[in-house]
């Protein structure tokens, strides 16, 4: 049956867990949450420990945004207020109100990254490019994505997240102002079917390709060291799991030697024992036979004294 009680309990709990933990340096993470696991078996909750277990290590990028929602509350308010003003100006259709509103998106995700990134140099972390690109693409799909957007607020995220354009905002129809200063955020492009032919020379579009393909090539790197070190922290985990179910082994089979040698005293002294109850039968039966005698002559005795009176 289930208890509410214990479970509001359990997720109580945990969710103080996790505070903890996402407020943790990602390099000390794994290591306190196997601690605290640990800490749950022991007390025998082990439902508490197995959701421990469970919670994913950040990423430095995702962790560079936790710190920046615990550090300002009210700048990743700002977040959550533009995403619920784009949603309503897409449901309402309104071209206008989306085009302002993405102007907006630009200045409000622009300045929160450099938050992130001033939050992340306040905790002695750099981040690198890749990092900061991260930081934006997690931004901008927090605006357009509810799920995303809960799991920034509540500052647990544990990787960074892009935007496919399948979420249910569906923000991005209409395409950001372009900005000549600011290269932190791509804008949406359409082609312009009216104006001159404006294709770049052949040297421009090679650098163009060439640029594309190294940020295709950073980026895939990026996800490649991220999926390096989720399984640098399974290892980890799975090393501790190891240790930790060793060390049970080795603790009851320690037991199981001590419980043996108890066995095999206490089976010597039980048959000490049946050997001193067998010779305590036999002398009761003697003493016994005895008193019958004992008694019997002490009859004859009496009967004899009689015969003289």
């Known amino acids: 049956m289930h208890d509410p009680i214990a479970a509001g309990a359990l997720m109580s709990r945990l969710e103080e867990i996790a505070d903890e933990l996402y ?8 290591a ?41 509350p009210d700048n990743c308010g700002l977040i959550a207020e533009l995403a619920a003003d784009l949603t ?35 905790l002695g972390v750099t981040l690198s490019e890749n990092m900061i690109r991260e930081v934006v693409q997690t931004l901008r799909a927090a605006i357009a994505d509810r799920d995303t ?27 950001d102002p372009a900005s000549d200063t600011d290269d932190t955020e791509a804008t949406d492009t ?52 190891v240790d930790e179910a060793s060390s049970e082994v080795d603790e009851l089979a320690g037991r199981v030697r001590e419980l043996r040698e108890q066995l095999s005293r206490v089976e010597d002294e039980l048959r000490f024992a049946r050997q001193r109850l067998s010779a305590a039968e036999k002398g009761r039966s003697e003493a016994k036979a005895a008193l019958r005698e004992a008694i019997a002559e002490a009859g004859e005795i009496r009967a004899a004294l009689a015969d003289l009176d």
Do not use: C, H, M
């Open 23 to 30: 407020g943790l340096t990602p390099d000390r993470f794994v």
């Open 32 to 72: 306190r949450r196997s601690e605290l696991a640990k800490e749950a078996r022991s007390e025998g909750d082990r439902k508490l420990a197995k959701a421990v277990s469970g919670l994913r290590r950040p990423t430095q990028s995702a962790w560079a945004v936790n710190q920046w929602v615990r550090a300002e």
């Open 88 to 122: 309503a100006a897409q449901r309402r259709s309104d071209v206008g109100a989306i085009r302002s509103l993405s102007t907006r998106r630009k200045e409000v995700v622009a300045a929160s990254a450099r938050g992130v990134v001033d939050t992340a140099d306040g």
């Open 149 to 175: 957007l809960d799991l920034l607020r509540r500052g647990r995220l544990t990787s960074s997240v892009e935007y496919s354009g399948f979420g249910p905002a569906g923000v991005f129809v209409v395409p």
């Open 190 to 241: 359409a082609p312009d079917d009216t104006g001159p032919d404006d294709t770049p020379p052949d040297d421009d579009a090679e650098a163009d390709e060439a640029a594309a393909r190294r940020r295709e090539l950073e980026e895939r790197l990026a996800r490649a060291e991220s999926v390096e070190q989720e399984a640098r922290d399974d290892l980890t985990e799975a090393s501790s799991a």
